[in-house]
């Protein structure tokens, strides 16, 4: 997905693909991408607080290594989803200057 994101922003900043509609229809994919990738990102995020503090509470060690794998899980979680929000917010600047046009 980054390096397809990335190619596409790169062939709207040359020029190569200039119509509005297109970039309009891919912006919606890249969107709803983008909340897919919240949503799972969230829901990460509070099991493995949960694991967390199931460990503290309970003191079991096999809580705190599935809180290790799902932290595992969630930071690469967090840069992909800080990749798609910037890219996303670079479409919309594309969109506008090519509504300028």
């Known amino acids: 997905m980054k390096e397809y994101l990335s190619n596409y922003i790169k062939e709207v900043e040359n020029g190569?693909?200039?119509k509005e509609e297109?970039?309009?229809?891919?912006?919606?994919f890249f969107q709803h991408e983008r909340l897919i990738h919240l949503l799972v990102t969230i829901f990460v995020g509070?099991?493995?607080?949960?694991?967390l503090l199931s460990f503290l509470a309970l003191e079991n060690f096999f809580l705190l290594i599935l809180f290790l794998l799902l932290l595992a899980l969630f930071i690469p979680y967090i840069l992909h989803y800080y990749f798609?929000?910037?890219?996303?917010?670079?479409?919309?600047?594309?969109?506008?200057?090519?509504?300028?046009?």
Not at 22 to 28: F, G, H, P, V
Not at 46 to 51: E, M, N, P, R, V
Not at 87 to 100: A, E, M
């Open 46 to 51: 509070i099991l493995a607080c949960l694991f």
């Open 16 to 18: 190569n693909k200039e």
């Open 84 to 101: 798609l929000e910037n890219n996303v917010q670079k479409l919309y600047k594309l969109y506008d200057k090519l509504k300028k046009k």
């Open 22 to 28: 297109d970039l309009l229809i891919k912006i919606s």
